[in-house]
């Protein structure tokens, strides 16, 4: 019987894909013709560390390589409605031309923060934000 639990575990017709429409999800969408592959790792790497699952469930990497996404190094985020299954529109955070440049990482954090979970302490990375303010 225990064989029989085993061998249906590890059975890929039983496999089932994971839903992205129901969490929230980072997409990284950038240009691979310009090399950025690994900024956008460590950025990936970085949110993970900074919002880890379930508050991030996923975080995609999407390269870019045709002469419209030229440039381009974008990060979405998309927050799906658990109690319908229905995605919402993905809300842009940082845009590479419109901002300038690339994000400094804690900028990036607080906006990404404040789409997901407004008001959540991010320690260090506010300190300097509230420090101004004050």
């Given at each position: 019987?225990?064989?029989?639990?085993?061998?249906?575990?590890?059975?890929?017709?039983?496999?089932?894909?994971?839903?992205?429409?129901?969490?929230?999800?980072?997409?990284?969408?950038?240009?691979d013709r310009c090399r950025w592959l690994h900024r956008a790792s460590w950025v990936q790497t970085e949110l993970l560390?900074?919002?880890?699952?379930?508050?991030?469930?996923?975080?995609?990497?999407?390269?870019?390589n045709s002469e419209?996404?030229?440039?381009?190094?974008?990060?979405?985020?998309?927050?799906?409605?658990?109690?319908?299954?229905?995605a919402v529109t993905p809300q842009l955070a940082w845009d590479r031309k419109v901002e300038g440049g690339?994000?400094?990482l804690k900028v990036l954090k607080q906006r990404i923060r404040d789409i997901i979970q407004p008001g959540k302490s991010l320690g260090h990375?506010?300190?300097?934000v509230e420090q101004q303010a004050a």
């Open positions: 019987m225990a064989q029989e639990q085993s061998n249906a575990l590890l059975d890929p017709s039983t496999f089932v894909c994971p839903s992205l429409t129901e969490n929230t999800t980072v997409t990284i969408e950038f240009c560390l900074t919002f880890p699952p379930p508050t991030i469930t996923c975080i995609a990497l999407l390269p870019r419209e996404t030229a440039g381009r190094f974008r990060v979405w985020v998309t927050q799906g409605n658990t109690a319908t299954g229905e690339f994000p400094e990375s506010d300190k300097k």
